[in-house]
């Protein structure tokens, strides 16, 4: 099999790139380990920025986002019961958009059908050959059967777990972690938010989120040890804990239901650096990792999809290749500001567990600061919208 583009994984990244690639003639095949039911059965969070929204309106693929996405100008934070709102639209103009990955996901996906772009599910690719060269190949297998994909360029797409980056070499790659000493304990169920904008929630017993998928499905979590079992938190634990942490006026209003899933998430942030090795590029969680307190990872997928899909055009359109050299650079000055800002919310707000009584001091200094400083706001709420999306030229 021959194509231009080579990608790897179906997630967002891997298919917002290839639609961007298509609306500008430039072929690719897709290679997805999992099925596509497995795919769209992947509960993940849907928090879009600014730069996200107007992308998938240039992808063609916002029709459904733009009726059923739900635009946040706001969310607030709750330290202690003592509630603070950011107001995101008075703050910088701006807004973001609450519509779930898994719904980006199905988007992506019928417009690749509807182009009839081939997308190879079930489909693992087991290694890349010749990186270096301008004839990367990627060996797959589907059914038992084994393939190659000859192409130009490799877009390892694959997430966190995914062959692209380990099959760059160990002595060209430098890798970056944090993990953190707790994960989220998260519950979506079909009932009405507590809120109409998101509460981030800082409690002596820990962490706790409310958010929403519609107006009528919610997902919320706890902060949660690493080592806890599912079995030991039925949903009656879990409604009950979580009206604890998120304070009196939010709790009064949590209506419960049988959990649709539920699940227990580990923190990590992660970069590996640089981006590129030879014609094999990574994007998305291939890449990087961050915590999912910034909801900054869907947002970093899209932001890569977008900066290779146009270093890619320029390449074929015009022969360029400095952008192709300078593309790990490029995504990485806006990768390490989301990581920066996933890290100082998640310090704000959780509980560490080797925390003193000065380091909650500190976060309660941090706290009030926010609270009385418009520029700290400010600052705050340019983050949470998104910064600028890099803009190759």
């Known amino acids: 099999m021959r194509t231009q583009v080579g990608i790897i994984g179906a997630g967002p990244a891997g298919l917002l790139l290839a639609r961007l690639l298509s609306r500008q003639g430039i072929e690719s095949v897709v290679l997805e380990r999992r099925s596509a039911?497995?795919?769209?059965?992947?509960?993940?969070a849907g928090v879009l920025e600014r730069g996200t929204v107007?992308?998938?309106?240039?992808?063609?693929?916002?029709?459904?986002?733009?009726?059923?996405?739900?635009?946040?100008?706001?969310?607030?934070?709750?330290?202690?019961?003592?509630?603070?709102?950011?107001?995101?639209?008075?703050?910088?103009?701006g807004s973001v958009v609450v519509y779930g990955q898994t719904e980006v996901t199905r988007d992506l996906m019928d417009a690749r059908g509807a182009?009839?772009?081939?997308?190879?599910?079930?489909?693992?690719?087991?290694?890349?050959?010749?990186?270096?060269?301008?004839?990367?190949r990627i060996a797959f297998r589907q059914n038992d059967r084994a393939g190659v994909i000859a192409c130009d360029f490799v877009a390892g797409c694959d997430g966190f777990h995914g062959i692209s980056r380990t099959c760059i070499p160990a002595s060209a790659v430098r890798t970056f972690e944090r993990a953190y000493p707790f994960g989220w304990l998260g519950v979506l169920a079909d009932v009405e938010p507590c809120s109409e904008e998101l509460i981030y929630a800082s409690h002596a017993r820990g962490f706790a989120l409310a958010s929403m998928r519609s107006p009528t499905r919610s997902r919320y979590y706890i902060q949660c040890p690493l080592d806890i079992s599912l079995g030991d938190w039925p949903d009656e634990r879990f409604w009950a804990e979580l009206r604890g942490r998120l304070g009196?006026?939010?709790?009064?209003?949590?209506?419960?239901?049988?959990?649709?899933?539920?699940?227990?998430?580990?923190?990590?942030?992660?970069?590996?650096?640089?981006?590129r090795f030879g014609r094999l590029f990574l994007a998305g969680d291939a890449a990087h990792i961050v915590p999912p307190t910034?909801?900054?990872?869907?947002?970093?997928?899209?932001?890569?999809?977008?900066?290779?899909?146009?270093?890619?055009?320029?390449?074929?359109?015009?022969?360029?290749?400095?952008?192709?050299e300078s593309y790990s650079?490029?995504?990485?000055?806006?990768v390490w500001k989301a990581e920066r800002f996933s890290w100082w919310m998640t310090s704000l707000l959780h509980r560490f567990p080797d925390a003193d009584d000065f380091a909650r001091r500190l976060q309660l200094a941090e706290f009030e600061y926010l609270g009385s400083s418009r520029a700290a706001q400010t600052a705050l709420a340019e983050n949470y919208i998104g910064l600028p999306f890099e803009d190759a030229s």
């Open 37 to 44: 039911g497995y795919v769209l059965g992947r509960v993940r």
């Open 329 to 334: 650079d490029r995504c990485l000055a806006r």
């Open 294 to 324: 910034g909801a900054k990872g869907l947002n970093l997928a899209a932001a890569d999809a977008r900066v290779l899909a146009r270093t890619l055009t320029a390449f074929y359109k015009d022969g360029r290749t400095d952008l192709i």
């Open 54 to 93: 107007e992308l998938l309106q240039e992808t063609g693929c916002a029709e459904r986002m733009q009726r059923d996405g739900l635009v946040h100008d706001g969310f607030e934070i709750n330290f202690d019961g003592r509630p603070l709102r950011i107001d995101l639209a008075g703050l910088t103009g």
């Open 115 to 136: 182009e009839a772009g081939v997308t190879l599910y079930d489909a693992e690719a087991v290694s890349i050959a010749d990186p270096e060269s301008d004839r990367p």
């Open 248 to 275: 009196p006026a939010a709790s009064e209003r949590v209506a419960t239901a049988p959990a649709i899933e539920k699940s227990i998430a580990p923190l990590r942030s992660f970069v590996a650096e640089p981006m």
